[in-house]
C-alpha cells in the first residue's frame, strides 16, 4: 500500500498530462501531494520530513510552472532533486559518516566500507539521474519528457535499488539472511 501511496502523485501526474497538457497535469500532481500527505497523515498521525520536502519543491515549482505558464520549472525539479540527495550523501561521504548508514543502519548491519561503497554508488547514481533528466528535457519532445520522468527514471531507480541489495547482500551477517530450512522442516 505504501509504494502505492509513494507513486500516485507520478500517476496522476502522468494521467492528467496524456489527457490535458503538463500545465493541467502539474496542477493535478500539486493536488494529488495534497491527497498523499493527507492519507500519509491518517495512517500514521505524521508526516516524514522527507515528504514535506518533496511537497514543498513541488509546491515552488509546480507554482512557478502554472503561474509563469512556462514547463521548464517542472522539468527542473527532479534535476534540483537528485543534485541535491547527491551533495547530501557526497557531504555525508566527505565528513566519513555516510548518510545511507544513519538512514539504513537499523535495518541492516554492514562493513563500514561497504556502507561507504553504497554511498558514493548512490549518489553517483543521482548524479547520473541529474544529467540524464537536462539531457532528456531539453533533447526531446514534452512527452518523451513525460514518459522517461515517469517510466524511465522510475524503473532505473528499481534497478539500481535491485542492484545494491544483491552487492550487499553478501555482506549481511548471517543471521539477518534468510535461514535455511532445518532437516525437520524439510
Known amino acids: 500500500m505504501q509504494f502505492l501511496l509513494e507513486f500516485f502523485p507520478l500517476l496522476v501526474f502522468f494521467l492528467v498530462?496524456?489527457?490535458q497538457d503538463i500545465f493541467w497535469a502539474t496542477g493535478a500532481l500539486?493536488?494529488?501531494s495534497i491527497v498523499q500527505l493527507a492519507v500519509t497523515y491518517l495512517q500514521s498521525k505524521h508526516i516524514p520530513k522527507k515528504q514535506w520536502i518533496f511537497f514543498a519543491m513541488i509546491l515552488v515549482f509546480g507554482g512557478l510552472t502554472i503561474g509563469l505558464h512556462d514547463e521548464t520549472f517542472i522539468m527542473w525539479k527532479p534535476t534540483?532533486?537528485?543534485?541535491?540527495?547527491?551533495?547530501?550523501?557526497l557531504g555525508s561521504?566527505?565528513?566519513?559518516r555516510?548518510?545511507?548508514k544513519a538512514l539504513l543502519d537499523?535495518?541492516?548491519?554492514?562493513?563500514?566500507?561497504?556502507?561507504?561503497k553504497v554511498n558514493l554508488g548512490w549518489a553517483l547514481f543521482f548524479?547520473?539521474?541529474?544529467?540524464?533528466n537536462l539531457y532528456v528535457a531539453y533533447g526531446f519532445e514534452q512527452e518523451v519528457w513525460v514518459n522517461f520522468k515517469v517510466f524511465g527514471m522510475t524503473g532505473a531507480t528499481l534497478v539500481?535499488?535491485?542492484l545494491t541489495i544483491v552487492y550487499v547482500y553478501r555482506y549481511l551477517p548471517q543471521e539477518e539472511k534468510a535461514p535455511a530450512p532445518s532437516k525437520d522442516e524439510q
Do not use: C, G, N
Not at 534540483?80 to 550523501?89: D, E, R, T
Not at 561521504?93 to 566519513?96: A, G, L, N, S, T
Not at 541492516?108 to 561497504?114: D, Q
Open 17 to 19: 498530462y496524456k489527457f
Open 93 to 96: 561521504q566527505v565528513m566519513k
Open 127 to 132: 548524479l547520473a539521474s541529474a544529467a540524464a
Open 160 to 162: 539500481f535499488t535491485f
Open 30 to 32: 500539486m493536488l494529488a
Open 98 to 100: 555516510p548518510a545511507l
Open 106 to 116: 537499523s535495518a541492516m548491519e554492514l562493513p563500514e566500507r561497504v556502507w561507504v
Open 80 to 89: 534540483i532533486v537528485y543534485v541535491l540527495f547527491a551533495v547530501i550523501l
